[in-house]
């Protein structure tokens, strides 16, 4: 079935080291991608998204690229900061049944330290 | 502009005690969701609505109930609460389409004793 497969964390890195959280999908058709974030405490906010092929979403200095070949959207940022801490959610959006249908990753915590 | 709205913030419930999530948009979104979110499990899908009038199940839906008699509120009713609903629920929102962003409210942390 439809599926989203995430790195799992922790993921704990020093400030200004470089960042990949890896992200797989399955799935019958051609769904958008999402990358989420959740601070302690807080819901869910939109960091990124690509909807189609070989789209590149960026935000905040965090990019992803739309890999259909290999089923992919990996998010990357060069150098993460104190306040990038935070778990990090994979995500698609896909039409099925006659609705769309999103689907979550696990999440993946990202502890960046100072 | 509030966005997604969620009450309450927190709730203790014993085993047995029914009550009701409230959760509310102001952005005139069609489609509406509740998940759960517990830990190393991600989200989870419970009930979600594409409309007023028209819910239906998502990945999770025993012990829970929805309707949504209003475009603006969503609310999720535990009919007879029991410890393994301990957990955090999530509203979301949208507009339905394939390229949209959900919006969250900030979350009802709910424990049943």
């Known amino acids: 079935g439809d599926s989203v497969t995430q790195m799992e964390g922790p993921v704990t890195l020093s400030e200004e080291a470089f960042l990949t959280i890896n992200c797989t999908y399955t799935?019958?058709?051609?769904?958008?991608l999402f990358w989420y974030v959740q601070y302690p405490g807080e819901g869910l906010q939109l960091l990124l998204k690509?909807?189609?092929?070989?789209d590149k979403g960026s935000n905040k200095g965090f990019e992803a690229t739309y890999r259909k070949e290999t089923t992919s959207f990996h998010l990357e940022k060069g150098s993460v900061q104190v306040s990038d801490s935070a778990v990090y959610f994979c995500?698609?959006?896909?039409?099925?049944?006659?609705?769309?249908?999103?689907?979550f990753g696990t999440g993946t915590r990202l502890k960046v330290l100072a | 502009n509030a966005g997604v709205t969620q009450t309450p913030k927190f709730q203790v419930l014993k085993t047995g005690q029914s009550m009701t999530l409230q959760c509310a948009q102001d952005?005139?979104?069609?489609?509406m969701s509740w998940y759960r979110q517990d830990p190393g499990m991600g989200l989870r899908l419970i009930h979600y609505?594409?409309?007023?009038?028209?819910?239906d199940q998502g990945e999770v839906p025993n012990g829970y109930n929805v309707s949504r008699s209003t475009t603006e509120d969503f609310p999720l009713r535990l009919l007879s609460a029991a410890p393994s609903q301990t957990s955090v629920y999530f509203c979301?929102?949208?507009?339905?389409?394939?390229?949209?962003?959900?919006?969250f409210g900030p979350g009802t942390r709910l424990t049943v004793t």
């Open positions: 609505s594409v409309g007023a009038g028209i819910t």
């Open positions: 995500a698609l959006n896909l039409h099925t049944s006659g609705t769309y249908k999103y689907i």
């Open positions: 690509a909807t189609k092929a070989d």
């Open positions: 952005m005139n979104h069609e489609y």
């Open positions: 979301a929102s949208s507009y339905g389409t394939g390229v949209d962003e959900q919006y």
């Open positions: 799935a019958t058709g051609y769904p958008s």
